[in-house]
Structures are given as C-alpha cells and as structure tokens.
C-alpha cells in the first residue's frame, strides 16, 4: 500500500453556494478525498491567514499550502483556479454553477451574508479563529469586487464566463449537482456508485450554522465584559492598589 500523499487532482471554480458541499462529499466517494473547502479551511487558522495573504498579492507556495488534500472545492480557492492550475498541471477543473445567477445570488443573500455584516464580525472579535474566518470572507468579496466589479448576480455570472474562458473545454465540466453522478463520472473517468448523489448544505442548515457562530461571539462578549465589570468592581471595593496584589485578587474570587 502505498503512503504517498494525495495531491489535487479536481479543483473546483465555482462559487460557495453551488452545490460546492454536495461535490465535496460526492469526490470523496469517488476516491478523490479528502476535498478541502472553506469549511475544512476556517478551521486552520494558519491556512486562513495564507489565504488571506495570497488575497493581497503575497507570494504563495501553493502545494504546501494544499498539501495532503486529494481536491479542492468552494471558497477561496474557486479565486485562485488559474494558480492551482499551474501548481497541479494534471488537475481536472468543475464549475459547479446553480440555475440561475439570480438563484445563486438569493442563496448567498439568505446565508453567508449573514456572516459577512460588521456586526458579526463585532461579535466575534474576541475569538481569533472565528474572527479571521470573517476576515477571509471579507478578503474574498473585496477580491470579487476588484476583479469583476462587484459581488452579486453579475459577479457570478462574469466568474463563471471568466472560467470557461480560461480552461481548456477537455480540462473542464460545466456543472450543476442537479445532474447527479452520471456527467461528474464520466469527465473523472470513474464508474458510477450506487446511491443517490450526496445532498447536503441546504440553507435552512448554513442558516443554523450561522446563528450558532453569532451565539457563541455574543456569549464570548458577555463573558469578557463580565469579567471587566467584576475587576471594576473589585478596584472600586478594595482601592487600585489591590489590582497589583494578583494573588490576593485571585484569592478572593
């Protein structure tokens, strides 16, 4: 058996919010796991802040910052496709697009966006790794922005032209999880597994995920202002000089 370790050989270019979960659970089965996304991502604090630092025109060493990962799918690699391709010249390409950009654009409003506003951000900036989850999605709309003009319908639907502009039509396939494993399969050159196609992400969970990551920064503020209050307190009981006295503070808690 061997060890060596798995290298991209899918990347997908299409936005979070088409179905980018979906191929992830989809690839894995097909053997092309595990598939990084930015669920996988945010939870590397470290691989935030490279990603964060390739938004800003840093040099990148892409293979180590995608190392150990057999593909890649969803933000923020879908903004750096032309990258990953020069870094795995062998890697097959999926733009996984909705129905419509207009579609698209409702899911995105009804979910990420939601964790996008400054008061999230607010409420979790007392959690690093929450809080420089919120910056990469920033970095990734102003980069949309920069690049397309703006961060909605016209956004996607310019990306997804730039997409098929970019890649050669053998290296890539267009499509919609709707479709199911019949056309995935045949572009990887696999047989189809039995089952349905994975389904998952649906709004009403990410919208679940999002109220959760607020709730816990609410209470992460909650708790550090508490605590502020109750040494304000105490200063004001017991004189300025016993906030020097740390043991004797402690002691009294």
Not at 16 to 40: D, V, Y
Not at 124 to 134: E, G, L, N
Not at 213 to 231: D, H, K, S
Request: aromatic share 12%.
């Amino acid at each position: 058996m061997s060890s060596k370790e798995p290298e991209i050989a899918v990347i997908g270019a299409g936005f979070g919010r088409t179905g980018t979960s979906s191929l992830k659970i989809a690839l894995a089965q097909l053997g092309f796991g595990p598939c990084n996304h930015m669920t996988e991502v945010v939870k590397d604090t470290a691989r935030c802040l490279g990603f964060i630092r390739a938004y800003h025109g840093k040099p990148t060493d892409w293979r180590s910052l995608m190392r150990a990962w057999g593909a890649t799918v969803d933000d923020p690699t879908s903004d750096f496709v032309p990258e990953l391709m020069a870094a795995y010249p062998n890697a097959k390409v999926v733009l996984t697009v909705r129905d419509s950009a207009e579609a698209w654009w409702a899911s995105f409003q009804s979910t990420i966006a939601r964790f996008d506003s400054p008061l999230s951000g607010l409420l979790v900036f007392s959690i690093p790794q929450f809080f420089i989850a919120w910056r990469l999605g920033r970095e990734v709309r102003a980069f949309r922005r920069r690049t397309y003009g703006s961060h909605d319908a016209q956004g996607y639907e310019k990306h997804n032209a730039r997409m098929i502009a970019l890649v050669a039509k053998e290296r890539m396939l267009v499509y919609n999880v709707k479709e199911g494993w019949a056309p995935l399969c045949e572009f990887l050159g696999v047989p189809v597994p039995e089952g349905p196609f994975p389904r998952t992400n649906e709004t009403k969970d990410m919208i679940r995920i999002m109220w959760t990551i607020r709730a816990v920064g609410a209470a992460a503020w909650t708790l550090e202002l508490g605590l502020i209050a109750l040494l304000i307190r105490q200063s004001i009981r017991g004189g300025w000089w016993r906030m020097l006295d740390v043991r004797r503070f402690v002691g009294e808690l």
